[in-house]
């Protein structure tokens, strides 16, 4: 594999992450907005995987003052296509390009509007004034703090694993104290109530039965999995405290059957220049140098699986489900090490299919169910879900 | 009188004996070779404790275990085009020496998968054979070279490099000949490169050689023309087709175009009432006799003297002079008249390789008038260049001990060669003998040098099948071992370091792009060329050369002796494709035997010597061939295929059949599969046959259904009165009708249309991971294939009409297997579909015992990673064949076709995610894809303008076994032969 080629190659897979915001976009855009609002620093977010205001040199250089230095016009147009105006020989865009290592910006699907709002934003140094809430957008995002050691969602993980194990212990001791039980009520007779007997082999059969139902259902699946990865990999920093887009990296999820993992010239991207980490200095970050210079891929543990005679594919899911990430695999944004949050079995799936809203009227796909269509005009079904349109047939996910 | 149908021969005397065949219960499965206590089904109490604690440690051990760590590795950099989950198409072109077609090529994850037909070919039109659709296999045959190798031993290209190019120089300055022996080369390119390469060592001679040339049709040509071409032919404007021997519609020069050609001819679609008709006159029972109107039953020794009768007939009519010749009883006036009526629209061909007989034929079609209509003289096929006489020439010279060397590439004579044994024998002391076989064959055995050649899926290369029609082939996947293709052995012997992709490319920048105007720069050009895989140029449409007559004469036919006629085998071919599996378990439409060769002998000739089906006879007291009984072969004639009984070909192809290419005809030094006499002997010995014939019967119900075209014109739903019958009286139901909102998939099968060329069984297995069961199981029925081609008999035993009709899951409304599920792992979907979840089935088989299509099949064994099933699901490499999004089944669950879900699933999204309806005709059922007929629709019923809906709305349309109120989605129409009513 060619080194020098990941700088630039990437770069033109990001379709998925514009896209994926452009949308985010034209639901936040329904009236375009001319003073600094919340949207721009929901805007400004896909800045921040590359840039800081006032933090110093990422990726690109640190946008403090950057009002002041450039003119507006050139940012407009170098923010929505950098590349466009390197090539068309702007001195000034060469000169950026090249101080920063021949790195290519993405372009950018913004408008001339949205991009001054950014920059006010950028001006009033990442702040917004008062009264101007943070936008929800719509994917949930809970409240990040980069002080807490272990999230909520780790922590439920670990309590879930705890109480299993918990779970597992008091089988054990129930187990020998049947046996005991059973020796005094036989032969020993040391206890003369024999009710007692009764009511504590009761409860240690109920304790073993409820551990024998955990561990039988739990045959074959993988909940809390939790696996040790080759590389100490934090979606927490990346997706949270950086706020990096999850299909920046997993760019394929719109578009084929896998998420994908990202091939390791896209951690190139930003770690051509981040060298180093917070938590794990240069340790972790290395190896990925060390993957792409021995030309030796990266082994990564695969943590959510479905079995082999199960079809799943994201493009459904993500592009015309338009499903979260979030709802199949957690909160990510708060887990250092990725674990399986659900169950993944078939009852989870069609909980799901029996009650979760198509994008029926949305997709032009559904105008050949005619008869859905009239129910809902007159009135009969306030919505339609995947179950009325087939959602629950094996042939969907088994051939 | 209504016609009786029937299967095999038992069957059909039970049926004249008038005892109800139904009353015979044929086992489904034989029970013969199971152990004693199997058939019993005993087992005792012992074995019952021993079973259970067996099952009960099984589990605990089991539960105990951990879960595996399955890896997730990504590429280190992704290429652009690169979509994990994503197939890629590429065009790409198969030429494997004998058979040409323009290709789609699917891959995924980079690693080709599926051959697809190629829409935008005028040669192929999207159609493919058998063995283009098997040819994906090959690519991962574990038989392949991994290596150069150096007098049998692993060497690398370096070494082999230095030391041929060492001889061939030695060669040049002693002036030594050296045989550069090739099949024939359709590629430009490469001829231009092999012309460069003899130019450089011009003591080395270029021969190209066939395993079946076309030399007497070239030679008669020459005579009549002064063009020794093969002429490409229009069976679509043909009304009235006459083939002597000559199985174009499957085997014979370009089966995929003449059956596009054909079914066009014949279709009855939108009202139309005209058809083409066709005579065969033929030896042995092929598919083109099957599908023809009329079929002759001739000796080999008799066609020339027929043709020269219908000459005469014709010459009579058209006032021309009678040439004299030997009688012969065959009648030839009804064709000869319904020839006439159609002058100028009418075509004769034969496939004998004989000058005498193809200049008859050319006599004939001259007189029809024929050239420049049916037949184009103008726009040549540059298929089968090679000449026998060339190969004698070679073994005289290579036994002359003047030559030094010999080169085969993409040949295998020391297999398929008449003279074998010569052969080998002139070959054994040269100094230099290179191969560049890509396995191990007989004739890479002989050799110093192999230089492995790359897999065609793995090369670079262009072709010109049909003169001004080229196309292109690109590699799909990188070299999967150290081989090299032959044009790069080439360049690099002719101390040229450029790539055979640059040179190729070069010569079209070179030569073919200054031709054109279309496209302003080269690069444009070429990535389109790529891109379509094809580039045509304009047809020269020229009148045809002038005919030049010379004298006929024919040759008096045989009386005595027992006339040979060999045969080529659609799935085997002349014997290449050995070592694929899938074309070695594929039934032969007309046998319907897989795994073998046998001598077909006609019935009354069994009769006559008391011989029985599997008896073993030895042919000229050397070759030792079971008998199978084959209604329609002419008395005083055998057949026997070629391509068997190879010794190299690999684990699966070694020892399969025997080779009967020493009984080839050789006579005036050309090759024929007819006209040898042979004795036959029988012996005590019995050798048991794996056909598919005796199970799969469906009982002498109105299965089949044709009309001839007469009856057809005056009522459009003559021969399909049963399904009126239904309709009144019998379509009615307990079960609630099933209702359907936005989709059905049906699938419509136009019986007309299908003729029996089986392409689409192996695109099934390709597509949907269809295990190959060898012929131990295929014996007990237990051939996993989805989909089967019935193949009827109907009126005489010795004269049968043949019928084909593809069976598949019905995919029924009232599906009678659902319903008997005990575990509900077969359901109907919300799409009509008849769903099978493999991982709910516990083999009970009661949904097999209840379909009365008998479509439903069930793993007996696990055929994946399994050493006794030692196919290509038992390799590492072999195993990257199989669709990723197709489950491969385990031991004991039941599968069935599914109408290619994997396929409407993709579709489906496809549409979803551009935000549109679904089109029709977007999705295309793999046994749909490449059929070289048209022969299926798929599509969704709910759709009253696709066209599937509007071939349901015909008269023709009837459902198979519509009686039980089954209520099939896939729909059949009539037959219609284009006969006198």
Redesign the interface.
Same mark, same amino acid.
């Given at each position: 594999?060619?080194i020098t080629?990941?700088h630039v190659?990437?770069l033109?897979?990001n379709s998925g992450y514009i896209s994926g915001l452009f949308f985010l976009l034209t639901l936040l855009f329904s009236t375009p907005s001319f003073g600094q609002t919340a949207d721009d620093a929901n805007n400004f977010a896909q800045c921040k995987a590359c840039h800081t205001i006032g933090g110093g040199k990422l990726v690109g250089p640190d946008l403090k003052g950057i009002t002041e230095r450039r003119d507006e016009a050139w940012l407009i147009k170098f923010i929505q296509n950098s590349q466009a105006l390197v090539a068309s020989g702007d001195e000034t865009a060469v000169k950026v390009f090249n101080e920063n290592y021949k790195i290519p910006m993405p372009s950018h699907k913004l408008s001339d509007d949205q991009v001054k709002g950014i920059l006010k934003y950028i001006a009033a140094g990442g702040k917004l004034p008062t009264g101007a809430e943070p936008a929800k957008t719509t994917a949930k995002k809970s409240e990040v703090s980069t002080t807490q050691q272990i999230s909520e969602a780790e922590r439920f993980i670990t309590e879930k694993r705890e109480s299993s194990h918990k779970l597992a212990i008091f089988a054990i001791i129930s187990g020998i104290l049947v046996v005991i039980i059973l020796i005094d009520l036989i032969f020993t007779h040391i206890l003369k109530a024999k009710w007692i007997h009764y009511i504590l082999l009761l409860s240690s059969l109920w304790i073993i039965g409820e551990w024998s139902w955990d561990?039988s259902t739990d045959?074959?699946r993988?909940q809390n !999995?939790q696996?040790d990865q080759p590389i100490w990999f934090s979606h927490k920093v990346h997706a949270g405290q950086n706020q990096i887009d999850c299909e920046y990296c997993h760019f394929?999820a719109e578009?084929?059957?896998?998420a994908?993992?990202?091939?390791?010239?896209v951690c190139m991207n930003c770690h051509s220049q981040v060298k180093e980490g917070k938590r794990t200095g240069k340790k972790e970050i290395d190896k990925i140098y060390a993957?792409?210079k021995n030309?030796?891929?990266?082994?990564?543990?695969?943590v959510d699986?479905l079995?082999?005679?199960v !079809?799943f594919?994201h493009?459904?899911h993500v592009?015309?489900g338009k499903l979260e990430c979030t709802e199949c695999h957690g909160d990510v944004e708060q887990m250092d090490q990725i674990a399986q949050v659900n169950t993944l079995s078939m009852g989870w799936c069609l909980d799901c299919h029996r009650t979760h809203k198509v994008q029926f009227t949305e997709?032009?796909?559904?105008?050949? !169910?005619?008869?859905?269509h009239e129910d809902l005009k007159a009135g009969k079904i306030d919505q339609v879900n995947v179950k009325m349109?087939?959602g629950e047939?094996?042939?969907?996910c088994?051939? | 009188m209504e016609k009786k149908y029937w299967q095999s021969l038992e069957n059909y005397k039970k049926m004249k004996k008038n005892t109800a065949s139904d009353n015979e219960i044929v086992p489904e499965f034989s029970i013969d070779g199971l152990d004693e206590s199997e058939i019993k089904g005993k087992s005792s109490r012992r074995d019952f404790l021993k079973m259970m604690g067996f099952s009960v440690s099984a589990v605990a051990l089991v539960s105990s275990c951990q879960m595996p760590v399955r890896k997730a590795i990504p590429l280190l950099n992704r290429p652009q085009e690169l979509t994990p989950g994503v197939p890629n198409y590429y065009a790409s072109t198969f030429y494997d020496g004998d058979e040409y077609c323009s290709i789609l090529v699917k891959t995924r994850e980079s690693r080709p998968i599926k051959i697809e037909g190629n829409e935008l070919s005028p040669v192929s039109q999207r159609g493919t054979t058998a063995r283009v659709q098997a040819s994906v296999l090959n690519l991962y045959d574990d038989a392949r070279l991994k290596n150069p190798l150096k007098g049998g031993d692993n060497s690398d290209w370096k070494t082999v490099d230095k030391e041929i190019k060492e001889k061939l120089e030695a060669f040049k300055t002693d002036g030594k000949k050296v045989i550069l022996m090739t099949s024939t080369i359709i590629s430009p390119s490469t001829r231009k490169l092999i012309a460069e390469f003899t130019d450089l060592y011009p003591n080395i001679k270029w021969i190209q050689v066939d395993t079946l040339p076309m030399s007497g049709m070239r030679k008669a040509n020459e005579t009549n023309f002064g063009k020794a071409v093969i002429p490409s032919y229009h069976f679509e404007n043909a009304e009235v087709t006459v083939a002597f021997n000559a199985d174009f519609l499957g085997t014979w020069l370009m089966p995929v175009t003449f059956s596009k050609q054909y079914a066009k001819g014949r279709k009855l679609k939108d009202g139309q009432t005209k058809m083409s008709r066709h005579y065969q006159f033929e030896t042995s029972l092929s598919l083109s006799g099957a599908n023809a109107d009329y079929r002759y039953q001739i000796k080999p020794s008799e066609e020339a003297a027929i043709l020269l009768k219908l000459y005469n007939e014709i010459a009579k009519k058209t006032g021309n002079a009678i040439v004299a010749g030997p009688a012969v009883a065959t009648k030839v006036k009804t064709v000869a008249k319904d020839l006439l009526n159609a002058k100028g629209k009418s075509l004769i061909v034969s496939g004998t390789n004989d000058l005498q007989i193809q200049l008859l034929v050319n006599a004939i079609n001259n007189l029809l008038g024929n050239y420049g209509r049916t037949i184009d003289l103008n726009t040549t096929v540059n298929l089968k260049q090679g000449n026998e006489s060339d190969m004698m020439n070679a073994i005289k010279s290579l036994r002359s001990g003047k030559s030094g060397g010999v080169i085969f590439y993409n040949v295998n004579p020391a297999y398929d060669c008449a003279h074998k044994n010569k052969f080998v024998k002139a070959i054994k002391n040269l100094p230099l003998k290179i191969s560049f076989a890509t396995t191990m064959d007989e004739t890479a055995a002989l050799c110093d040098y192999v230089c492995p050649d790359n897999n065609y899926l793995e090369s670079w290369d262009d072709a010109e099948p049909v003169s001004g029609m080229y196309s292109f082939t690109q590699p799909t996947i990188q070299r999967i071992f150290d081989t090299r293709q032959f044009q790069n052995s080439l360049l690099t012997w002719m101390g040229n370091d450029e790539t055979y992709s640059d040179y190729l490319e070069n010569n079209w920048k070179t030569t073919y792009y200054p031709q054109q105007s279309q496209f302003s720069s080269f690069d444009k050009f070429w990535f389109k060329c790529k891109q379509d895989g094809v580039y045509n140029t304009e047809q020269n449409s020229a009148d045809p050369p002038p005919f030049n007559p010379v004298p006929l004469k024919a040759s008096k036919p045989g009386i005595k002796g027992l006339e040979l006629a060999l045969y080529e085998k659609i799935s085997m071919g002349t014997g290449r494709y050995s070592n694929n599996p899938w074309l070695q378990e594929m039934p032969d439409p007309i046998t319907t035997a897989t795994w073998d060769n046998y001598v077909t002998i006609s019935p009354s000739f069994a009769n006559k010597h008391g011989l029985k089906q599997e008896d073993v006879v030895t042919i000229n007291k050397k070759i030792e061939l079971p008998v199978l009984i084959q209604p329609g072969q002419t008395e005083g004639t055998i057949g026997i295929a070629i391509g068997y009984g190879r010794s190299n070909a690999g684990k699966v192809g070694d020892g399969v059949g025997k080779n009967v290419y020493t009984l080839l005809n050789t006579k005036d030094d050309s090759k024929k599969l007819l006209g040898t006499t042979v004795t036959l002997e029988k012996t005590s010995k019995t050798y048991s046959l794996a056909l598919t014939q005796t199970h799969h019967v469906m009982e002498g119900r109105p299965i089949v259904r044709e009309t001839v075209l007469g009856k057809f014109i005056k009522n459009p739903a003559s021969g399909n009165e049963k399904h009126e019958e239904f309709i009144e009286n019998a379509n009615f139901s307990l079960y609630p009708t099933p209702k359907f909102d936005a989709f059905q998939w049906g699938l419509s099968i136009d019986l007309n249309s299908c003729t029996g060329c089986s392409n689409c069984v192996i695109s099934c297995q390709a597509e949907n991971n269809v295990a190959v069961v060898g012929k131990e199981q295929v014996k007990r029925g237990r051939i996993m294939h989805w989909m089967r081609l019935d193949r009827y008999y109907s009126e005489m035993e010795d004269d049968p009409e043949v019928l084909y009709m593809p069976v598949m899951c019905q995919q029924c409304d009232d599906a009678p297997c659902e319903n008997v599920c005990p575990v509900a792992a077969t359901t109907h979907s919300d799409e009509g579909l008849n769903q099978m979840a493999y991982n709910r089935c516990i083999g009970t088989r009661y949904c097999m015992n209840n379909c009365p299509y008998k479509v439903r099949r069930f793993n007996w064994y696990e055929f994946a990673n399994n050493n006794s099933f030692d196919y290509n699901m038992n390799s590492e490499l072999g195993k990257l064949v199989l669709n990723p999004d197709v489950t491969v089944r385990q031991r004991g669950v039941v599968e069935k076709c599914t109408f290619c879900v994997q396929r409407i699933q993709e579709k489906k999204l496809e549409a979803k995610s551009e935000n549109r309806e679904l089109r029709d005709g977007e999705i295309l059922t793999a046994c749909q894809q490449s059929c070289p007929t048209d022969a299926i629709q798929f599509g969704n019923l709910m759709d009253k303008e696709s066209e599937v809906s509007k071939s349901n709305e015909t008269e023709r349309k009837y459902h198979l076994l519509e009686s039980l109120h089954t209520l099939p989605t896939t729909s059949y129409l009539t037959k219609v032969r284009n006969k006198n009513a």
């Open positions: 594999m060619n080629k990941t190659k990437p033109f897979k561990v045959f074959g993988q !999995y696996p394929t578009t084929s059957m896998h994908g993992i990202p091939p390791a010239s993957a792409l030309n030796k891929p990266i082994e990564w543990v695969k699986n079995p082999d005679f !079809y594919n493009e459904q592009k015309v997709n032009n796909f559904y105008g050949a !169910y005619k008869k859905l349109i087939g047939d094996c042939a969907k088994h051939y | -």
